[in-house]
């Protein structure tokens, strides 16, 4: 496959910028590779781990750049597009990687100069680990890129968004463009509210009188151990997405309330009709998440998978 | 090892029936193993997949058994230690696998005569799939036996636990005892209120007006995929759980509700401290999962393993 780009840049280095970086090299989707971040610390390690050519500062990582990816939380979305503005060249393309669209692309979008294409961006992949040390090249693999071009644009932007699909299916992606604004209502049901489901639950968990924070550790393979895991996601990351979606996180969460609800009320009603049509409703969900192929089929994912 | 029993017999024969009788097979802790099940499918099925010798009939399958082990849903267990009470040997052990204890007990004891030793338990091990195909030796291991042993017995009766407890550590199991109502309340934390909340967001994003099920699918690898595991457990097995441990289940329900009230109030009023810290929090939580060799550190579990 040919080179995509000569040039790339990327902004904030962590578990997603750091894996761009990676894959970007690894499927020759990248000549060059410059990387910043704001964290001295940060850019000190990606100097060691040999991710790309590192600068100390935003102007000049993407100077010349084709491509300038920001990959930093979604509430400094808007200052890593100010701290580079002035150093970018005519006709780059500008794209992000943020969980939240609408909120993004207005910071995003009054911080840039007019000869610029800014084409949203969303990869739908990541674990719960975060850092630099965290990525790997092949994290995008089978993985969605959502693309939110913005409206009513010319040809070359178009032509702009069609090489940014190309850069990202290079790296492994199925690319999916959508408006802005349905993105952040499918995320919403999708990632946002399991992710803070997961939260909550955690967390309450820590706080019980009445049964204490090791017995729930100790028997957590029962259930709970699932929920730790996306709960171990990177708290400032997800304290933006929440502040940055929070009209369609409130509505999806508003739902979740009112069905936990009635839920609820069947328990303790002892409705068992009723509990069994919503489990089995639940457990057919399942059989199409992996008839997708968006999950494995193994027993508990292959984590205790049987060795006879 | 010495065989812990020379016969035992399984009523019900499901991923957790399955496992014990290829667990005990496999590890010598039965010399021959007795089944039944109330569906004659089932009952043809284990014949076919030779697991222990099937009767048709419960009070001949448990019939000269040492142990007795009731393997059936929640609210079925009344019913089948009814159906058998009349075939068991004196001085047999008769235990259950049942994730709700102290209904259960009430329900297995009124069926039982004075001359048997119950014992109950709880293995804490099991996967999303169920059925006598499910099953595998290997299902106990590291994995928790929880023994809800009943109080005030005599020497005899401390026995019998102690033998019930060889048996499950042959099977691999780690054995823990504790008081029936504290299981109660533990598994409501650990286990219930995990498989609810997935259950409730699950038939949730199933239900939705403006998100369609088949975009929920495509992109649930984002987080919504790890719900859909657990919740596609066993419908009947689940139902009688939370109508049989009602009590314990509303409360922490209601506390769950309540924090998740106050974190849908911080996202209201864009409070990103209170929101930084409870994420913060959960993710320790993980931590000390991990630490606890009750997950694997792996990055999604290993689905998405770098594969350099």
């Known amino acids: 496959m040919p080179m995509v780009f000569d040039r790339i840049a ?42 790309g050519e590192v600068f100390d500062d935003a102007e000049k990582a993407v100077a010349s750049a084709e491509l300038v990816v920001l990959a930093v939380p979604v ?26 669209k609408q909120a993004v692309v207005e910071a995003i979008a009054e911080a840039l100069p007019a000869y610029v294409y800014l084409v949203p961006g969303h990869p739908l992949a990541g674990t719960e680990h975060s850092g630099p040390d965290a990525g790997f090249a092949t994290l995008f693999h089978n993985r969605w890129q959502i693309l939110t071009p913005l409206p009513g644009q010319t040809d070359a932007y178009a032509a702009a968004v069609d090489q940014l699909e190309h850069f990202w299916r290079a790296l492994g992606s199925n690319v999916e463009r959508m408006d802005a604004q349905r993105h952040d209502v499918v995320l919403a049901v999708v990632s946002h509210l399991p992710h803070l489901i997961a939260f909550n639950i ?3 968990a820590e706080d019980l009188e009445n049964v204490t924070e090791s017995e729930v550790v100790k028997y957590s393979a029962s259930g709970f151990r699932d929920f730790t ?41 002892g409705e068992g009709d009723t509990l069994y049509d919503l ?30």
Request: aromatic share 6%.
């Open 75 to 100: 509430g400094a979305m808007g200052a890593a597009a100010s701290a580079c503005s002035r150093g970018l060249r005519i006709g780059a393309i500008v794209t992000d990687v943020g969980s939240v």
């Open 202 to 204: 955690v967390a309450m």
């Open 10 to 51: 990327i902004l904030g280095v962590g578990l997603i910028g750091a894996s761009i970086a990676r894959a970007a090299r690894e499927y020759g989707a990248a000549n060059t590779i410059a990387l910043y971040d704001a964290n001295p610390d940060v850019r000190e390690r990606a100097r060691e781990l040999g991710l």
């Open 229 to 269: 895991r996306i709960a171990a996601s990177d708290p400032t990351m997800w304290r933006d997405v929440f502040l940055n979606n929070r009209d369609a996180v409130l509505e999806v969460l508003g739902r979740f309330s009112e069905d936990l609800a009635a839920l609820q009320r069947a328990i303790r009603w």
């Open 279 to 308: 489990f089995d409703r639940a457990r057919r969900m399942r059989r199409e998440v992996i008839d997708a192929g968006q999950d494995s089929p193994a027993p508990n994912w292959g984590r205790d998978e049987p060795s006879s």
